[in-house]
Structure formats: C-alpha cells, structure tokens
C-alpha cells in the first residue's frame, strides 16, 4: 500500500472537504490556503519521486 492509500484509508469522508487545512504566505505575504487536493498533489510527487529513485537502484 503506498504512502497516499494509507494516508487517504485513515482520513474520515466528512473531513475530505474544501476547508482550509493551513495557510502558506506568498512572496507578497498574502495567506494562500492549503487545501485536501494540494496535500494529495504534494503526494503523488513524492510518491512518484521515491518510484524513481527505486527503479534507479534497481
């Protein structure tokens, strides 16, 4: 099971919704939101990165 099944197998299905979960601060200081899709975004490359490295050991 890779690291977002896991991650998506313990996160209830009223929580999946689009309430902020954070803020980033831009360059100009403004508060961006962070979202459900941008933390499944952020894992699927790293996921895809840690597939990469392993095929290169290989």
């Known amino acids: 099971m890779s690291y977002c ?7 209830p299905a009223n929580a ?3 309430e902020s979960l954070g ?3 831009d360059e100009q200081g403004r508060e961006l939101p ?4 941008m933390i ?3 894992c699927r490359e ?7 490295i ?3 050991r290989q």
């Open 5 to 11: 099944q896991t991650a998506n197998a313990s996160t």
């Open 16 to 18: 999946q919704s689009a």
């Open 23 to 25: 803020y980033l601060l």
């Open 34 to 37: 962070i979202t459900e899709a």
């Open 40 to 42: 499944q975004q952020a």
């Open 46 to 52: 790293i996921e895809a990165q840690h597939l990469d």
């Open 54 to 56: 392993a095929q290169l």
